[in-house]
T-cell receptor
Framework: AQKITQTQPGMFVQEKEAVTLDCTYD???????LFWYKQPSSGEMIFLIY??????QNATEGRYSLNFQKARKSANLVISASQLGDSAMYFC????????????????FGKGTHLIIQP | GAVVSQHPSRVICKSGTSVKIECRSL??????MFWYRQFPKKSLMLMAT?????????EQGVEKDKFLINHASLTLSTLTVTSAHPEDSSFYIC????????????????FGPGTRLTVL
């Protein structure tokens, strides 16, 4: 079973509209972290937002917010007031396991959503 | 803050040669770095975890003798693709864990700009 599922391969959105990118995850760990990254055509991965499994409040970072629904294992990214520069691939990712300080774990990525903002 | 660089950004080589890719954390120390591989229009797949001063941990299916990883210092990890073949052509991207030092957020990985490898 996929650990990270992004069901929207592509989305077209009008500029200035809000966008919701879906992400569901699968883990049996109690402690985990959820991330969203943006990858423009240049290829770099840009960190957008982080949500810890124990965080009670939804994470927000400027125009980005994460709609975290733990019981549904859902971590959707919401972009408010979309801009042309938001056009890119968006990846949801998860880090499982407890951060013990003795090491760190790599991320598991979803397949991504290609977001295109139209003027 | 939390800047990670990679060098080279693009490399073309002949089949059978070895290619070294460097990953550096510029403004923070990273005891752990990660190497990912991304095929066109695909997601990132974790290849290996690079730990400073110890052997790398490879994901299942990744040949450790083909993809040599050395994490010689707290700011530098290198990936060497040995005896490269056309099927090794891909986008290789590294990340470094700042352990919350830059942003205060735990477990956040910052990615380098990637290296596009083409093996002829």
């Amino acid at each position: 079973a996929q650990k990270i599922t992004q069901t929207q391969p592509g989305m077209f959105v009008q500029e200035k509209e809000a966008v919701t990118l879906d992400c569901t995850y699968d883990t049996s760990d109690q402690s985990y972290g959820l991330f969203w990254y943006k990858q423009p055509s240049s290829g770099e991965m840009i960190f957008l937002i982080y949500q810890g499994s124990y965080d009670e409040q939804n994470a927000t970072e400027g125009r980005y917010s994460l709609n975290f629904q733990k019981a549904r294992k859902s971590a959707n990214l919401v972009i408010s007031a979309s801009q042309l520069g938001d056009s890119a691939m968006y990846f949801c990712a998860m880090r499982e396991g407890k951060y013990s300080g003795g090491g760190a774990d790599g991320l598991t990525f979803g397949k991504g959503t290609h977001l295109i903002i139209q003027p | 803050g939390a800047v990670v660089s990679q060098h080279p950004s693009r490399v073309i080589c002949k089949s059978g040669t070895s290619v070294k890719i460097e990953c550096r954390s510029l403004d923070f120390q990273a005891t752990t770095m990660f190497w990912y591989r991304q095929f066109p229009k695909k997601s990132l797949m974790l290849m290996a975890t690079s730990n400073e001063g110890s052997k790398a941990t490879y994901e299942q299916g990744v040949e450790k003798d083909k993809f040599l990883i050395n994490h010689a210092s707290l700011t530098l990890s290198t990936l060497t693709v040995t005896s490269a073949h056309p099927e090794d052509s891909s986008f290789y991207i590294c990340s470094a864990d700042d352990r919350g030092g830059i942003t205060g957020l735990p477990d956040t990985q910052y990615f380098g700009p990637g290296t596009r490898l083409t093996v002829l």
